[in-house]
């Protein structure tokens, strides 16, 4: 059986670039993940992140794309939660799913994806985190017609049942999601560390709910495919620079000699920390490697992050991994 695979687009603006042209470039991964058979694709929320990323409004960014697409599933992968209202969250989801019937998710996370200074900004309570399991059972209940807060109710959104996902990179997720009966997806693809841990804790305590009777488990991974090793590397490369700068360089001039200063003086560790799962060559090397991690992880579904500093690059790894793992329409 083939193990269906999904993307997450970090919807990343590479220098020169701008957040116009970095929504274009989401909306045609979208377009060439719906051709090449991926099951859904997925926006995460940051603010005030290095490096620049333009999904800072995930629902928005759904909504556009969703306009441009037709068949393939879109939702947050995640939506941080501790920064909003739930009847927000929900009143949002909920118009998407009247836009787009039956191809909308909810994944949300506890971390505020952002800085102290960032979360003043936003309005939002330091301590609003510790609310996560509370605003969560919420949000479930606007979604399901069954509000806890008497006489307010989520238009739309009431009744609509989008399926609502737990992100983490940690067992606190994990616990969360298998006490609620809720998917969990693991955040891999920069966390590695806990994997193994957190994903047998919710295998371990699961208990089915409305929602769902058995453990589903998403796994992410990045992903760098190429018609050639050397091309793969090439493009490895400009992604560890990239995030060598974008993590570690910030107030520093850029100079043609920056990232390899920063790589070489400590963010090179922290950077391969972050790819420790990465899928890496032409399509039979990134087929074996993601049959590994699937069975390492115990995913039922794996969501990748297509890694590459152009978007030519990442479109084709899109292309390459579909044919790769043999998905329906590569």
Avoid: C
């Amino acid at each position: 059986m083939t193990i269906p695979l999904s993307i997450l687009d970090l919807a990343p603006i590479p220098p020169g670039e701008t957040p116009s042209s970095s929504i274009a470039a989401s909306v045609a991964l979208a377009q060439r993940a719906e051709e090449h058979g991926y099951r859904r694709v997925w926006y995460a929320e940051h603010h005030n992140m290095p490096p620049r990323i333009a999904s800072s409004a995930p629902a928005v960014l759904i909504a556009h794309i969703g306009a441009q697409t037709s068949r393939i599933r879109l939702g947050s992968g995640g939506v941080m939660l501790p920064n909003h209202a739930p009847l927000v969250i929900a009143e949002q989801y909920g118009a998407l799913d009247a836009m787009y019937p039956g191809r909308i998710d909810l994944g949300v996370g506890r971390a505020p994806g952002s800085d102290r200074n960032t979360m003043y900004a936003l309005r939002r309570d330091p301590s609003s985190a510790e609310r996560f399991p509370q605003d969560v059972l919420e949000l479930q209940g606007y979604l399901m017609g069954e509000s806890r807060v008497p006489g307010v109710n989520a238009i739309p959104g009431k009744g609509s049942n989008v399926p609502i996902y737990m992100l983490g990179s940690s067992t606190f997720g994990a616990k969360l999601a298998a006490a609620l009966g809720l998917p969990y997806a693991f955040a891999s693809h920069f966390a590695p560390q806990m994997l193994e841990a957190a994903v047998a804790t919710y295998r371990r305590e699961f208990r089915p709910s409305a929602q769902l009777d058995h453990p589903y488990v998403i796994a992410g991974v990045n992903v760098i495919a190429a018609d050639t090793t050397a091309a793969a590397r090439e493009n490895l490369e400009g992604v560890r620079r990239n995030l060598a700068v974008g993590l570690f360089g910030q107030g520093q001039p850029v100079t043609e000699d920056l990232p390899d200063r920063l790589l070489a003086g400590g963010a090179g560790t922290h950077v391969d920390s972050m790819l420790t799962y990465t899928a890496l060559g032409p399509p039979g090397e990134v087929r074996d490697y993601l049959e590994r991690f699937a069975e390492l992880s115990g995913a039922d579904e794996l969501i990748v992050a297509h890694q590459a500093a152009s978007l030519e690059a990442r479109l084709r790894s899109v292309t390459l991994a579909a044919e790769a793992m043999q998905l329906v329409g590569a």
